[in-house]
């Protein structure tokens, strides 16, 4: 079964910095492009960050550049978010995201972990 | 950066047809995806490359893409549709993701 499961949210005060995984099962992680996408509670969704296969690209929203870095380990099928100078509206979900092959959109989701950032 | 525009809501009485339409500056040269995500779950793709339908998503569920319109189209339907749906496409010139700001479809 092609799963993804995010680990590392919590509450963290303003100015702070976390980390989040995102572990994959059930596909050949290196074969594919992953992406982070976030929700503040009650809004949208908020493409976050992507990165290409092998790691050797990467791509960052706007709201997000210069404080976010996006990662991965093939090796052990994880993929991770550092979030750094963390502000209130970065509170959010964040999902994990896996495209449909070359197609640019999402078909497999994690369940979701939840950043909070306040004082 | 490109922008996507969704109507907040849309309401729709059980067995009748609900239009969702997701606008864009020549959106119909792209192709657009459709999510369906209920309270708390996480979103679940139903429509890919403005038409087609995952595995397990009911052919009720219809997509077209056209001009500076795209749109969803859930037919005959069901309590269970109830839920937020966002549009979606790749911004190839910024290399960026780009969500809809959503619908909230309420069935009657």
């Known amino acids: 079964e092609v799963q993804l499961l995010e680990s590392g949210g919590g509450l963290v005060q303003p100015g702070g910095s976390l980390r989040l995984s995102c572990a994959a099962s059930?596909?050949?992680?290196?074969?594919?492009?992953m992406s982070w996408v976030r929700q503040a509670p009650g809004k949208g969704l908020e493409w976050v960050s992507g990165i290409s296969g092998s790691g050797g690209s990467t791509y960052y929203a706007d709201s997000v550049k210069g404080r976010f870095t996006i990662s991965r380990d093939n090796s052990k099928n994880t993929l991770y978010l550092q979030m750094s100078s963390l502000r209130a509206e970065d509170t959010a979900v964040y999902y994990c995201a896996k495209p449909v092959g070359v197609v640019h959109a999402f078909d497999i989701w994690g369940q979701g972990t939840m950043v909070t950032v306040s004082s | 950066s490109y922008v996507l525009t969704q109507p907040p809501s849309v309401s729709v009485a059980p067995g009748k047809t609900a239009r969702i339409t997701c606008g864009g500056n020549n959106i119909g040269s792209k192709s657009v995806h459709w999510y369906q995500q209920k309270p708390g779950q996480a979103p679940v793709l139903v429509i890919y490359d403005d038409s087609d339908r995952p595995s397990g998503i009911p052919e009720r569920l219809s997509g077209s893409n056209s001009g500076n319109t795209a749109t969803l189209t859930i037919s005959r339907v069901e309590a269970g549709d109830e839920a937020d749906y966002y549009c979606q496409v790749w911004d190839s010139s910024s290399d960026h993701y780009v969500f809809g700001t959503g619908t909230k479809v309420t069935v009657l």
């Open positions: 059930g596909f050949t992680f290196s074969s594919y492009a």
